[in-house]
C-alpha cells in the first residue's frame, strides 16, 4: 500500500488514534519560534497537501493543531515551526531531538495546487504565515515547470522575525523566482524596504486574468492585503487565505472551529476570497430572517 493508503486505512480505524513521531532535528529559529524534523513510526510518509495541519500531542500536557511546514515531495520526514504562545506550545519547545510526540492527521483543506498549474503566483506571507506557505513554496520549487511566473512577498515586523532566512537566501538567488522582503520598522544594518506588506503588493507585477494570489498572515494582514490583490483587479475566486481557528478533534465532531456553521478543521484552513464572501452573504441573510 502506499503511504496515503496507509495514513487514511488509520485515520479510518482510529482518527483519535496519534501516531508516534520521533523528532529528528530541531532547532531554535528566533526567540521564540522553533523548527521541528519528524519522522513517523516505519518512516511512512505524511502524504499531506500543502497548507494541511496535523494535531501534535504530548502525553499528560495536551494537543494543538500546527501546520505542516516541509513539502510533500520531501519524503521520509515532515517540518512544523512552532511559536511559543502558551502552555502547550512551551512544552513542546523543551523538547529534544529523539524525543517522541504523538501525531493524528494531515487535517483540512490545502491550498488548491491543482487548480493553480500553469498560473502565476503571488505569495503573500506576513509573519508566522511563512510557515504553512513554506510547504507550498517548497512544493513549486520541485515542481517549476508547472507554474507560470512566482513572486513571493515577504512582511515581518523588524528583521530579526524573518524565519528560514538561509532558505530565504536561496530562494532569492533563483532567477524564476522573485522574492521582496520588507520590515515595519528597520534595524541599523537593514538595507531593504521598509513599510507595510502591502507597498510590496503596489509594485508586483499581475496579470489577473492567469494568477492565483495566495495570503497567509495576522488576521490584520488580510483586509489591507485583500483590499489591493482587489484593486488589481484579480478574481476573488483566484485569491487563497488561510484561516485559524481554535481546534480540538480537527475532525469536525466537536463544533470548536465552527464559524456560521463551517467547520474550519475540514472545510479549510484553506479557503477562497469567494468562499468567504459567499459565507458573509449567508450571515446576513440568516441575521435578517431573525
Ligand atoms: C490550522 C491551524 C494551524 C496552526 N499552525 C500553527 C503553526 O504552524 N505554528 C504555530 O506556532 N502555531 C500554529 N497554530 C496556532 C497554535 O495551534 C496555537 O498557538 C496553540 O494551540 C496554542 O496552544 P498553547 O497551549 O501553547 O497556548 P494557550 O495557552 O492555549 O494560548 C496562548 C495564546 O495563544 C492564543 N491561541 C491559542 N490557540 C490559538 C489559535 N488556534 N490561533 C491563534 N491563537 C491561538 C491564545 O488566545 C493565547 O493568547 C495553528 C492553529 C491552527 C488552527
Ligand atoms: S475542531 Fe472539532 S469540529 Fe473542527
New binding site residues.
Given amino acids: 500500500m502506499i503511504d496515503r493508503e496507509i495514513l487514511l486505512e488509520k485515520m479510518k480505524t482510529s482518527p483519535y488514534k496519534p501516531m508516534k513521531g520521533k523528532l529528528v532535528e530541531t532547532r531554535m529559529l528566533s526567540d521564540k ?1 522553533k523548527f521541528f524534523r519528524i519522522e513517523l513510526e516505519g518512516k511512512i510518509n505524511l502524504a499531506h497537501e500543502p497548507g494541511q ?1 496535523v494535531m501534535v500531542s504530548i502525553f499528560g500536557v ?1 494537543e ?4 505542516v ?1 516541509s513539502s510533500p515531495t520531501d519524503k521520509g520526514y515532515f517540518d ?11 512544552a513542546l519547545h523543551k523538547l529534544k531531538k529523539r524525543d517522541t510526540v504523538g501525531i493524528r492527521g494531515p487535517f ?1 483543506k490545502g491550498f488548491p495546487v491543482d487548480n493553480m498549474f500553469g498560473y502565476d503566483l503571488v505569495i503573500v506571507a506576513g509573519g ?1 504565515g511563512i ?2 506557505l513554506r510547504s507550498l513554496i517548497r512544493y513549486v520549487m520541485d515542481n517549476r515547470k508547472d507554474f507560470g511566473r512566482v513572486q513571493i512577498l515577504l512582511g515581518c515586523k523588524t528583521p530579526k522575525d524573518f524565519l528560514f532566512r538561509e532558505e530565504t537566501n536561496e530562494w532569492m538567488k533563483r532567477a524564476e523566482i522573485k522574492l521582496s522582503c520588507t520590515v515595519d520598522k528597520a534595524d541599523p544594518d537593514w538595507t531593504g524596504n521598509v513599510g507595510l506588506i502591502t507597498t510590496l503588493i503596489t509594485g508586483a507585477d499581475v496579470n489577473p486574468a492567469r494568477i492565483y494570489a495566495v495570503v497567509v498572515g495576522p488576521p490584520i494582514m488580510y483586509k489591507f492585503v485583500i483590499s489591493e490583490l482587489l484593486k488589481k483587479n484579480i478574481p476573488d475566486h483566484q485569491i487563497i487565505v ?1 484561516l ?4 480540538r478533534c480537527g475532525l469536525g465532531k466537536c463544533g470548536h ?1 465552527q464559524i456560521e456553521g463551517i467547520y ?2 475540514q472545510s479549510g ?1 484553506v479557503f477562497t476570497y469567494a468562499q468567504l464572501n459567499d459565507f458573509r452573504g449567508e450571515c446576513h441573510e440568516k441575521a435578517a430572517k431573525a
Wanted: hydrophobic share 35%; glycine share 10%; net charge positive.
Fill in positions: 519560534e495541519f495536551g494543538a493543531p500546527i501546520s511546514c512544523l515551526t512552532v511559536r511559543n504562545a502558551g502552555s502547550f506550545t512551551n483540512g508566522l510557515v504553512p488561510s485559524e481557528r481554535r481546534m472551529c474550519v478543521c484552513p
